[in-house]
């Protein structure tokens, strides 16, 4: 599938520019073309992707000067126009794409050869590990007077807290979706008791634009949780169980709405905690680990497309703690990361070794205990 969409890609290219011939170069030709680049980088709106390309890439064919060639970019298989560079920041126009990136020799020095990247997956709007102000792990925590806090960091410190809000106590339920309404931005969705949702679009900089009702009835859920893009279409997307224990996915629109909900399990009420750290295995599809009442932590793997592939047991013991999460990559090493509140109110970080497992866990605060919510 990989080579086929390559193909396709270049025949795309070719079409839409002519500078991006096809043609081999010459069997007399003294250059070698070297290998397919790659497309390193994640797929997220406001993300970078970066061409890695082999240091012999079409080297010698320009008279011995080294590489003479071009990078082009495309979307979905078309010309993206005016993007000819090693690097492409992700725009909001790319969500739902698969981006490519294809090398062409110069066709006078080099007899016009393309190599072409594997696609991306579909580019995602910025998911929850994108936090609210850009950085790669932040936390909001609520305390028994309505506040809430924003958790930030710089490096490897912590920054200040400061407070983002009032009144938050008037909700039974909170959490992040990521950037929900297609504004690149993170928010957050909120419950009051009678079962109202609303969305708090978030500003970039922690603060919050006025709140939008975009459900009601909500309260027939016992959990609801964000694995991110969960249906590969891009957009961030809602699970929510009912008590009895039927899990729906809720799709979101992309613009702060709703597609049509779809069934995508039964049975999960013998969890009591749900966990979206997004794409847990490294294979570029979003996952959730759940916490079933004795304590075991299971990893249930998303296909890409609205549903599952297989679960397995990941943990033991993970009764301890009183809360627990995931909200992006913590030390920076390209994985996501879960924390915990202990029964002591320490945080504790459980660091993925990026491959459905642990490196190591540490503590990195104290005093989470006394909060109503962390998310």
Not at 218 to 227: L, Q
Not at 279 to 285: A, R, Y
Not at 337 to 352: A, F, P, T, W
Not at 357 to 370: F, I, L, M
Request: with cysteine; hydrophobic share 35%.
């Amino acid at each position: 599938m990989g080579n086929f969409r390559r193909r396709m890609a270049a025949a795309l290219l070719t079409a839409a520019v002519a500078v991006v011939a096809l043609s081999p170069l010459p069997a007399s030709g003294a250059s070698s073309n070297g290998p397919d680049p790659v497309v390193i980088g994640d797929a997220f709106v406001g993300k970078t992707l970066t061409t890695e390309i082999g240091p012999y890439t079409f080297y010698g064919c320009g008279g011995g000067k080294g590489p003479d060639f071009t990078v082009y970019w495309t979307r979905d298989g078309f010309l993206v126009a005016g993007e000819t560079g090693r690097s492409y920041l992700l725009q909001q126009d790319d969500t739902g794409a698969r981006m490519a990136a294809h090398l062409t020799a110069s066709k006078t020095a080099c007899g016009g050869e393309t190599l072409h990247s594997d696609e991306t997956g579909p580019v995602a709007a910025p998911n929850r590990a994108n936090g609210f102000t850009g950085r790669s792990f932040e936390l909001l925590a609520r305390g028994s007077d309505g506040s809430l806090m924003l958790y930030g960091r710089t490096g490897a410190a912590w920054d200040a807290a400061r407070t983002v809000g009032w009144g938050w106590n008037v909700f039974n339920l909170v959490l992040s979706p990521g950037d929900f309404n297609g504004d690149g931005k993170g928010d957050v969705i909120a419950r009051d008791s009678a079962g109202t949702l609303y969305l708090y679009a978030g500003d970039g900089t922690g603060g919050w634009k006025p709140a939008q009702t975009i459900g009601k009835g909500w309260n027939i859920f016992d959990s609801i949780v964000s694995p991110g893009d969960f249906n590969g279409d891009g957009n961030n997307d809602i699970l929510a169980r009912e008590p009895g224990g039927a899990l729906y996915l809720y799709p979101g629109n992309g613009s702060g709405g709703w597609l049509a909900r779809t069934a995508v399990g039964q049975g999960w009420q013998v969890m009591d905690t749900l966990l979206t750290p997004g794409d847990f295995n490294g294979d570029g599809k979003v996952d959730v680990l759940a916490r079933d009442r004795s304590g075991y932590l299971y990893f249930y793997g998303g296909n890409g497309a609205g549903g599952w592939t297989r679960s397995w047991l990941i943990g033991v013991g993970w009764n301890a703690l009183k809360a627990a999460g995931a909200a992006g990559d913590f030390d920076n090493d390209g994985f996501p990361d879960v924390y915990g509140v202990d029964q002591q109110g320490r945080l504790v970080i459980y660091y993925s070794d990026g491959r459905t497992g642990w490196r190591t866990s540490q503590v990195v605060g104290n005093g989470w205990g006394g909060f109503t919510a962390i998310f």
